[in-house]
């Protein structure tokens, strides 16, 4: 058995009917280097199959602490059921980006059922051109980004014939047992003294900075108890560290910050990696500074189309991995959680992109400057009996008069050479992720293979032009690419002798 720990949880306590907690992407793949030039359910089903030792969290299920005296526990299904969790299904003729978009997102709209392993993959045939999508969706409880990009490590190859696989990790000789609720119950009785020590543990990281967790600065009181503090700690250590200074960032309210309904929009897209590094050299900024300029750009267009502009720049959620490489195929949650502006009211693209690698810059030595596991020890302070309560109270506060954040921008590395799933290549792999009440949308890229691949999450009453983000994130990026210079005089070819029709 293996315990959630309070941020694990918190993916959990989030859920309601209208928004659930978990993640995933949609792989396209093409086929054509197959024998047979075909992908199918068996296929995959065989390759998960194949690589199950190696893929512990695919036989995870849940397991509840009576009356919620602790936090859940993760235990081995003893009834695991691989055809359950592995499906197939068809788009109708003929084969466009939308409706494969828009089954997505029905199928992200639904929960995971928690009696089960909280993962389903999904088998898209009819797509342009032959290719076949795997769509993957796994709680966010169960893994972070990092954590998803190892176990996508597991299923994919480099070339198309496979690989040899490691070892499995050893595996008990005696046969699963789900605890009853009796065991539990003691479990959850012992486990109110660790409470106690967590808390305690947690407390000098967090209060002094307290700003720094979002959700926590909202408390009445928070932001002058961890300035003061932080001043004392400072003054009784004498410490001479230069202190960061505070944004303050203040978020305002546009038309994707209210309740999010149960349905989900999806779009995504592609831009060409070597055009956002041309714009990174011409600027002298990095490759997630224009990522999140140019997605503020897109996002500007929308909110003037809709009359929505704030005259302030919006608050962005961005999630960074504070994994160790010690912490590597330990699955679960180890990030933590950047506020940056995003300049939306900024008209000039140009500017718009110094100011984000300016926001970026003094949000990532602030985050260099606080504990590795701040947000880790910040979700402790909630006793686990009223965790899921205080989780929804707060992102319905977030909903109802102040968002925490606008929107999530994240941007997730990846390979830059070709992959292959059961032989079939994989040609983009668009990620899907999370919105709740208060923040309506997010956009996540991830980098494969000379591209970047955008997934764009909304709430589907609250943005029902989603897809035009799409082609205004290609018209932010041209909008900062350099001039190309005209070719010399000698090195162009001879315009084309006109004819005069009156001498033929």
């Not at 009796?182 to 002094?208: D, F, H, K, N, Q």
């Not at 041309?278 to 002298?284: C, M, P, R, S």
């Not at 929107?407 to 079939?424: C, D, E, W």
Request: charged content about 25%.
């Amino acid at each position: 058995m293996r315990q959630l720990t309070a941020l694990d949880a918190q993916f959990l306590a989030l859920e309601n009917p209208r928004q659930a907690g978990h993640i995933g992407a949609v792989a396209v793949l093409d086929p054509g280097a197959r024998p047979n030039g075909r992908l199918e359910l068996e296929d995959i089903h065989n390759l998960i199959e194949e690589r199950l030792p190696l893929l512990p969290p695919f036989r995870w299920r849940l397991k509840d602490v009576p009356f919620g005296l602790d936090y859940p526990y993760w235990i081995d299904d003893p009834d695991f059921d691989l055809e359950y969790h592995v499906r197939e299904l068809a788009l109708a003729p003929p084969p466009t980006d939308e409706k494969l978009a828009d089954q997505v997102a029905r199928i992200f709209s639904r929960p995971l059922d928690r009696a089960r392993p909280l993962w389903e993959v999904y088998v898209i045939q009819g797509l342009a051109d032959e290719h076949v999508a795997v769509m993957t969706k796994i709680h966010h409880a169960v893994i972070d980004g990092m954590s998803g990009a190892e176990i996508m490590g597991v299923l994919l190859d480099l070339g198309p014939h496979g690989r040899e696989l490691p070892d499995a990790p050893p595996t008990r000789d005696s046969p699963n047992r789900e605890p009853g609720d009796v065991e539990m119950l003691v479990r959850g009785a012992l486990g109110a003294p660790r409470y106690i020590t967590r808390v305690a543990r947690a407390l000098p990281s967090t209060i002094p900075n307290i700003e720094d967790v979002a959700v926590l600065a909202q408390i009445p009181g928070a932001k002058t108890l961890g300035r003061t503090t932080s001043g004392a700690a400072r003054r009784l250590s004498r410490s001479e560290q230069l202190v960061l200074e505070r944004s303050n960032l203040t978020p305002p309210r546009t038309q994707f910050n209210g309740r999010v309904s149960p349905h989900r929009r999806f779009a995504f897209g592609q831009l060409p990696l070597a055009d956002v590094k041309a714009v990174k050299n011409e600027h002298g900024c990095s490759v997630n500074d224009v990522v999140v300029a140019i997605c503020a750009g897109s996002v500007r267009r929308w909110l003037i189309e809709h009359d929505d502009l704030p005259s302030d720049p919006l608050v962005a959620q961005v999630p960074v991995s504070v994994r160790t490489e010690s912490q590597a195929g330990t699955f679960g949650n180890r990030i933590g959680m950047l506020s940056v502006p995003f300049f939306t009211n900024e008209g000039n693209p140009v500017k718009r992109l110094i100011l984000t690698h300016d926001a970026m810059l003094m949000a990532k030595e602030r985050h260099k400057a606080l504990p590795a596991e701040l947000l880790q020890d910040a979700t402790q302070f909630i006793p686990p009996a009223v965790f899921s309560r205080a989780s929804r109270i707060t992102f319905s506060l977030a909903a109802s008069r102040k968002p925490i954040w606008n929107l999530v921008v994240s941007n997730v590395p990846g390979p830059q050479f070709p992959l292959y799933m059961a032989g079939a290549r994989l040609v983009a792999h668009y990620p899907v992720s999370v919105i709740t009440d208060g923040m309506g949308l997010n956009m996540t890229v991830m980098s494969y293979d000379g591209h970047l691949d955008f997934g764009i999450v909304a709430d589907r009453e609250q943005m029902r032009d989603v897809w035009k983000l799409i082609g205004w994130l290609r018209d932010s990026l041209d909008e900062l690419l350099p001039a190309r210079e005209e070719p010399p005089a000698a090195a162009r070819p001879p315009a084309p002798t006109e004819v005069d029709p009156a001498s033929s």
